[in-house]
């Protein structure tokens, strides 16, 4: 629409195209930038959360500005390049990083199904393949460095996203197979808005690929318990050891920014992208709301993974990989197969199977929530409370506490009255 | 290609600032990418001459700077210093400090092991339990500071008794705090103890034998876990331990073998129910009474030397002192566990990954300042 109307003005159609395609990657890089930095600060105050601390609380609202002071403190940081370093590639290295991540979002979906940069009918290739791109960033990072650490930390992450790259695309696989194309807005655009027609849901096998993409996922963005290449307690920093100022901000801003990648990928092609119901049709805004909803909600479930569990070694990743995910991989993806031939003339049956993964799937939901209601309970036995502080002034007769008997007796009389 | 590819040892230098060494220690480790060959502890660059200090200072004195020897557990220190100057003395300490003693050294000891615990978490990528722990470990703080007026390095333990008397509510405080604490040590287990990845890094590795424990002088939590019943509280029993009744939790191989880091790593996590079991106890029986025996303010004992040896957080940690009629030590020497762990470190970290070294320090519960005094 826009290049249509520029070309009407007499601008030349590449080039009104140029400025197009311009205009959009400003607004997803920006995107980016104010995404990685905000979501930053709610990582750092759901971890807060998750263990009995306050998270930053100081700049801004609540701490909500902090990512700017850290962005401002960043860039004003010297930018030190070690001796014997390779320069070109240390320069390069965050920079190609935070380019594989951006032009990522390329392909994402923005809440309606059409609502894509570039719907490219090999979306879902694109995205493996220029995901990988990371991989060299920090592969160039850890060798340019001129330090040990650096260097086993980019080992150790072409290792790993070597490795992992098998089994997310295999886990995509089943919902590929569903959609019968390999453009994203076709994926969404095959599932419906509510749980029992998402592809997570459809079958076991959809589930298990579900969860090989994610768990994949995790360990392509670098996240506990897959983060071997910046293990700070064992390799300091890993690849990013050397980097300072805004290169480092640079891995930051990519690492945050492929939360999003994660999570949109995550909610487009499993669990019904941005589908609402026919009654939210016409609400403006609704598509993306749920859209974003779901992301963030698998963005949480990323933290929540990095926050709680320990990390992997080197090798017992590998063997993961290889020797679980890859198998489950392909058992997913010939289940789906056989799944579909099994169903093929039936919508009954189907539908019968994805709506018992949905109440299966309630309730393990259910059974979570009590567990972690019990773990709230025992957080919330008292330590150090009043009654230990006056119980002994009150049996020597040091204080009379007056107050509390008076209360307890208004309340016995007004449930008498 | 194969034959002209020239592959070398990589030598990289591990501290004395890495995040994982617990303080200033330095590994000179040789890998080949990232198998370890060789790793050669470099220590003592925590070495603050403390046993020398000793010579200068009055018997009295020296306590404060027990407290430096092992600052996780400086109760437990000031009670073994003062107790070897006592056996040297022959002071009568009054039975209402020896309870105080037991309960602050227990309370101490869960502190410690805490911190042994959410540190190995840590060194293995789990932050969240770490910090959970030192919240636990917080309120241990509150309790000492309550007895003591101080939160880490304590001071509290006088020759012949307690420098104070607790507070009237501590003992309330306490059971309040191990009616807490008991939860949440089991969730903390159930949030890394029992997580499969965790005993995955854990299990099979750096197995130490009975024999190969004794033959590197292990003590402590170390050496049982390699299966060897032995802890002083028991086998030359002091102050009232006698009259506790607590087990003394050794490694069973509960995900692996006898003796790996798992087991080094979960006695501790036992060891801190059974120092809860003390502490009841403890608090049920503490009599009133004094808490400061008959010692004169300037003591200058006959010449003779004393051993002392007392079950610390970190094992057998024993107090030689010889006098010669001075009002401060001839010589003093302290016996510390993480010294004689940590030389067991070039031969358990022989063919392991770089993530397993870090594994294996932090299940050896090695602390820097108690490394080199």
């Known amino acids: 629409m826009l290049i249509e109307s520029m070309t009407s003005l007499g601008v030349p159609e590449l080039v009104a195209q140029l400025i197009y395609a311009g205009l959009v990657a400003f607004m997803c890089i920006n995107f980016v930038a104010v995404y990685a930095g905000l979501i930053s600060v709610v990582e750092r105050r759901v971890a807060a959360k998750m263990q009995s601390r306050v998270g930053p609380n100081r700049v801004g609202p609540n701490g909500w500005l902090q990512w700017l002071a850290d962005g401002v403190k960043l860039i004003l940081k010297e930018d030190l390049i070690p001796a014997g370093a390779d320069r070109l590639l240390f320069k390069a290295a965050p920079m190609i990083m935070a380019v594989g991540v951006a032009a990522s979002f390329a392909v994402l979906p923005w809440g309606p199904a059409h609502a894509i940069a570039a719907d490219l009918n090999v979306g879902i290739l694109y995205l493996i393949s220029i995901s990988a791109l990371v991989v060299i960033g920090i592969l160039m990072a850890g060798w340019a460095s001129n330090n040990k650490w650096s260097l086993l930390g980019g080992m150790r992450a072409a290792a790993q996203i070597v490795t992992y790259e098998v089994p997310v695309a295999m886990g995509l696989l089943p919902a590929i197979m569903i959609a019968g194309s390999l453009a994203v807005s076709d994926l969404v655009n095959a599932q419906g808005w509510a749980p029992w027609d998402w592809v997570a849901f459809d079958n076991p096998f959809a589930m298990l690929g579900f969860l090989l993409f994610l768990t994949g996922s995790v360990a392509e963005s670098n996240r506990t318990p897959f983060d071997l290449t910046e293990a700070e307690s064992e390799l300091v920093a890993g690849y990013s050891t050397e980097y300072s100022g805004f290169r480092f901000a640079m891995f930051t801003l990519g690492e945050f920014a492929n939360t999003w990648v994660v999570g949109a990928i995550s909610a487009a092609i499993f669990l019904g992208g941005g589908l609402v119901p026919p009654i939210l049709a016409n609400v403006p805004g609704a598509a993306v709301g749920v859209f974003i909803l779901k992301t963030l909600f698998m963005v949480f479930v990323l933290m929540w993974f990095r926050w709680t569990l320990p990390r992997f070694r080197i090798d017992q990743m590998m063997d993961f990989s290889w020797k679980y995910m890859l198998p489950l991989a392909l058992l997913a993806f010939f289940g789906q197969s056989i799944y579909f031939l099994a169903t093929w003339d039936s919508l009954v049956a189907q539908s019968v199977v994805s709506h018992l993964m949905v109440l299966i799937f309630l309730g393990v939901f259910f059974v979570f929530i009590n567990r972690v209601l019990i773990n709230y309970r025992h957080q919330a036995t008292v330590v150090n409370s009043y009654k230990t502080e006056t119980d002994y002034l009150v049996k020597t007769g040091k204080i009379v506490l007056a107050a509390p008997k008076e209360a307890a007796a208004d309340s016995s009389e007004q449930e008498e009255g | ?373």
Request: contains cysteine; negative net charge; charged residues 25%.
């Open chain 2, 1 to 373: 290609m194969g034959k002209s590819l020239k592959t070398e040892i990589m030598t990289i230098n591990m501290g004395p600032q890495h995040p994982s060494t617990h303080g200033v220690i330095r590994f000179i480790i040789k890998t080949d990418g990232e198998i370890i060959h060789e790793c050669i502890p470099d220590v003592g660059y925590l070495h603050r001459s403390i046993e020398k200090i000793a010579e200068a200072v009055s018997w009295q004195g020296f306590v404060p700077y027990t407290d430096r020897v092992d600052y996780l557990a400086a109760m437990n220190a000031n009670w073994a210093y003062c107790t070897a100057v006592e056996k040297m003395i022959g002071a009568e300490v009054p039975r209402r400090a020896e309870f105080i003693r037991v309960i602050v050294g227990e309370l101490n000891r869960i502190s410690s092991h805490l911190i042994a615990i959410g540190a190995t978490a840590m060194d293995l990528g789990a932050f969240t339990p770490f910090i959970q722990l030192l919240r636990e470990r917080e309120y241990i703080n509150d309790l000492l500071e309550m007895a003591c007026g101080a939160r880490l390095t304590y001071n509290y333990i006088s020759i012949g008794g307690v420098n104070w008397d607790v507070p009237p509510n501590w003992t309330e405080k306490i059971g309040e705090f191990l009616d807490h604490f008991e939860l949440a040590m089991e969730q903390m287990n159930r949030l890394i103890s029992y997580n499969r990845i965790f005993i995955n890094r854990m299990a099979n590795l750096a197995t130490v034998s009975a024999e190969t424990a004794i033959d590197y002088c292990f003590v402590g939590p170390n050496l049982r876990a390699s299966g060897v019943k032995y802890d002083l509280r028991k086998d030359i029993p002091y102050s009232v331990y006698p009259e506790l009744d607590f087990e003394i939790p050794v490694g069973e191989g509960r995900e692996g073998a006898v003796g790996d880091c798992y087991d080094r790593y979960y006695v501790r996590a036992m060891e801190i129910r059974e120092s809860i079991k003390i502490l009841r106890q403890a608090l049920k029986m503490m009599p009133e009474g004094e808490f400061q025996g008959k010692v004169k303010n300037n003591i200058k004992p006959e010449a003779g030397v004393a051993y002392v040896r007392h079950e610390t957080p970190r094992g057998d940690t024993g107090y030689l002192i010889q006098a010669d009629q001075k009002t401060s030590p001839y010589r003093l020497k302290i016996r510390t566990g993480s010294f004689t762990a940590m030389a067991a470190i070039p031969e358990l970290a022989q063919g392991v990954f770089i993530a397993d070294l870090v594994a294996i320090i932090g299940s050896l519960d090695v602390v820097a300042p108690e490394l080199d005094r």
